[in-house]
């Protein structure tokens, strides 16, 4: 009668083993359990072009921060990103040890269950040897009466019954593990989901801020050639403003030289006509005196007025 029991010791103490080894398994995922890191963050994305990004090495930052990259965007967005930056740095941090914590409490708490169990199964343990002894006294003695077989056979079977509860035992422990690391799994894929929405809503607002920046640098580079255009059509109206008013004051004085000499010639006609006149009266006055005189002489003869018709 002595397989069955060494068969109930085998049976006691394979599963408390299997449990042990599943439970470090699972302290060690849990423990060793951390989010997995891109090669290649969204954010290197958008202030890196693809041929300056290393492939393996990261900043402690996700933004780079060397001064190459930065001299051509303003100081106000570089602000603003460092500060999205470090914020989600913090959140970073902040998810990293609430997750820490979580999964140090959980596994203290495994760690204190399993204490438990481990000693709830010394004591089990000590009461299966006892019994064993008292199966193994029982089995050496040469009484082969009707009381040892009967006590014989409640031994295997409280050996058998008790193997049960250890297997029923581990496979429960071995349950609230896995569901413990499937809930403490799903944590962490929300919480990795949820960064990266933040990160893509980072990454459009920061794209946003790089197309509105754009937009602005092709509306200054509007507005300065039309700033230029309107400089030359300026610069074009000044120059014909000076070649007319050139133009004006040339015409204009050769207007007035031409009035002056057309006055001299009037002034000099005027003066001829003047003299013609004198001429003309001193030529009738002396006609006058001819007549006067000659009328005087001849008393017989007519008067001027009278020859004169």
Known sequence: MRPPAVVAVVLVFAPCLFSRADASAVAAQSGGHRP????????????????????????????????????????????VLSSIDDRLRGLDAFGSALRLTRLDFSLE??????????????RLEAK?????????????????????????????????????RFDMLADKLNNKLAFLETKLDMRADRIAGKLELLERDVQDASEDALEKMSRGDEARARLQADVSRLADLAERTEAAQRQTVTLLRVDVADVIKRA??????FGHELLTANAL???VQQQQGNASQQAAACHGMSPDSPSWEQASP
Do not use: C, I, N
Request: aromatic residues 4%; proline residues 7%.
């Open 260 to 265: 002056d000499a057309k006055m001299d010639l």
């Open 109 to 122: 708490q495994v760690l204190r269950k399993l204490d438990a169990f481990d000693s709830r199964l010394g």
């Open 36 to 79: 997995q890191t891109h090669a290649r963050s969204r954010r290197d994305a958008t202030t890196r072009p693809p041929e300056q990004q290393a492939p393996s090495v990261s900043s402690p930052k996700g933004l780079d921060m060397s001064p190459d990259v930065w001299h051509s965007v303003p100081p106000y967005l570089k602000q």
């Open 128 to 164: 299966l040897d006892v019994r064993l002894e008292k199966v193994e006294e029982s089995l050496s003695g040469r009484s082969k009466d009707a009381a040892a077989s009967s006590a014989q056979q409640q031994g295997a079977a409280e050996a058998f019954h008790l193997s049960r």
């Open 277 to 279: 006149l004198r001429t």
